[in-house]
């Protein structure tokens, strides 16, 4: 099974260009990197499976997580959420993270380590948790696009140098292929990697797990919760209800709100 190539931008078709020229006009950035999954990896990488207990979720002896999910599947689904809103949804994300028996922050200050942010969700998340600032942290441009008849990810130059340890604060693991793409091209052979997410769908989950053992990577996600089903635009849904989403897009709810929740402090 081979869970992605790198792929030239000159090798890609002429719709392929041109959706990867959309989003780096939308974000303004330029990707230094693409890396395909083609429909067959995807396949493999989202396959079902049971869970290894390196996938540790916190809902599972913290019910309090799932009343936090519930005000952000609340949120999340709102056509026009307001100011108090997007509040209510950045605290009970951070409250989620609080709830996770092993803190990002503590993680990040092991010997060692690298911090992996993306942007935009994860960088904003990085910061109200304490993870940035730090001496070795990159908060790269990372976005999938449907291209090529699968998902294609295009990763701007704000990578580190391929490192031994890393700590990967993002908000929600829903195909994964973001990550993926960049434990590839972060992660130097052997390195130890520990992900914190708010959620994480069954499929992400196990493809991040599977992504991690053919790279030959150590890998433990450390998730609020593990649930919901992958849509066709792969956004984590309600498998009985496909409409709803549980989490929507995280950097555009919270981008307006995080300067107020940093000056005034979180609830644990």
Not at 12 to 23: C, G, N
Not at 112 to 137: F, S
Not at 161 to 167: K, P, T
Not at 221 to 233: E, I, M
Request: glycine content about 8%; some cysteine.
């Amino acid at each position: 099974m081979s869970t992605a190539r790198p792929v030239a931008r000159s090798g890609l078709s002429p719709d392929a260009v041109r959706t990867v020229e959309r989003h780096e006009e939308r974000y303004g950035t330029r990707f230094q990197q693409l890396i395909h999954f083609d429909r067959r990896a995807l396949g493999s990488l989202h396959a079902p499976g049971t869970l290894p207990d390196t996938v540790r979720v916190a809902s599972g002896t913290r019910p309090d997580v799932i009343d936090r999910m519930a005000t952000v599947t609340s949120v999340a689904n709102l056509p026009e959420p307001r100011h108090a809103d997007r509040d209510r949804y950045l605290r009970a994300l951070l409250d989620i993270y609080a709830m996770l028996p092993v803190q990002a922050a503590d993680a990040a200050s092991l010997p060692g380590a690298a911090v992996l942010a993306p942007e935009r969700e994860g960088r904003i998340l990085a910061e109200l948790l304490g993870v940035i600032p730090h001496d070795r942290c990159w908060t790269p441009q990372a976005k999938r696009m449907p291209a090529e008849g699968g998902l294609l990810v295009g990763v701007d130059g704000r990578l580190p140098a391929a490192a031994d340890r890393l700590v990967i604060v993002d908000g929600v693991v829903a195909s994964g292929v973001t990550l993926m793409a960049m434990m590839r091209l972060a992660a130097a052979p052997g390195a130890v990697i520990d992900v914190f997410t708010c959620h994480a769908t069954e499929e992400g989950a196990l493809a991040l797990v599977r992504c991690a053992q053919q790279l030959g990577l150590t890998l433990t996600l450390h998730a609020g919760h593990v649930s919901g089903v992958l849509n066709d635009t792969f956004y984590s849904v309600d498998p009985g209800a496909p409409a709803t989403l549980l989490l929507g897009d995280i950097g555009d709810t919270i981008s307006p709100v995080a300067p107020d929740v940093a000056a005034e402090g979180t609830t644990a």
